[in-house]
């Protein structure tokens, strides 16, 4: 279950009366980058939910949510709390996403896609992607999000960290690595390498799973 934001002026009726009127809604970040809960504050009346959802190329969908508890309880269907707006607009993000199941690579591929989408620059870019596809893709790439185990998951980190560094190859052709060395300068090296890669696929599956395409983030 996603975790519930905190925001001490929108997060109850009695701090949402301080706020001024707007025609422009006061927005919480919920997921950097991808979803924003909004509030509409009229002169008059309760106030209104929406969520705003970047669909790419600089650009967010709105989405209307509904009432406010700013006036009436809240029954989570006509009249929302703050906390039951959060749980729509994810809801939302999730609809919209499709909330197909894929593969690791899958979630790759969206996750680079993202980074480009959100303007990152080429060279960081390369580098995750490099990163994942030299490292992610040939071990993970093919299993099934909903199927990723923790122990999966931990068994690929350690067989990595341990393996020896790759060797630079032309274009096409299969991988090498070096001949193993217990020399430690080599073994902080593997580790840290192996580091950039988990956190590199935490990333790109944490993203899968707020679109939806996870139904749990446990493993």
Not at 59 to 88: M, T
Not at 159 to 188: E, F, I, M, N, Y
């Amino acid at each position: 279950m996603a975790r519930t934001v905190h925001d001490a002026s929108l997060g109850s009726r009695t701090a949402r009366a301080d706020l001024d009127p707007s025609g422009q809604p006061y927005y919480r970040n919920l997921e950097p980058g991808l979803l924003h809960l909004g509030y509409r504050k009229p002169k008059r009346g309760a106030g209104k939910w929406l969520a705003r959802v970047y669909v790419g190329d600089g650009d967010y969908r709105h989405y209307p949510i509904g009432v406010a508890d700013d006036l009436a309880d809240a029954d989570n269907k006509l009249f929302f709390s703050f906390k039951q707006a959060q749980e729509c607009a994810r809801k939302i993000l999730r609809e919209r996403a499709g909330g197909g199941v894929g593969t690791v690579a899958d979630a790759v591929a969206a996750y680079l896609k993202y980074l480009e989408d959100e303007s990152r620059s080429a060279a960081s870019v390369k580098n995750v992607r490099h990163t994942l596809e030299a490292h992610v893709i040939p071990e993970l790439g093919g299993i099934e999000l909903a199927k990723l185990t923790s122990e999966t998951l931990k068994d690929w980190f350690i067989a990595l960290s341990r393996k020896p560094a790759r060797v630079r190859t032309r274009k096409g052709q299969p991988p090498r690595h070096r001949t193993h060395s217990d020399d430690p300068d080599h073994k902080r090296a593997r580790r840290v390498s192996a580091n950039r890669a988990r956190a590199s696929l935490v990333a790109a599956l944490n993203h899968a799973f707020i679109a939806g395409h996870i139904g749990s983030d446990l493993a």
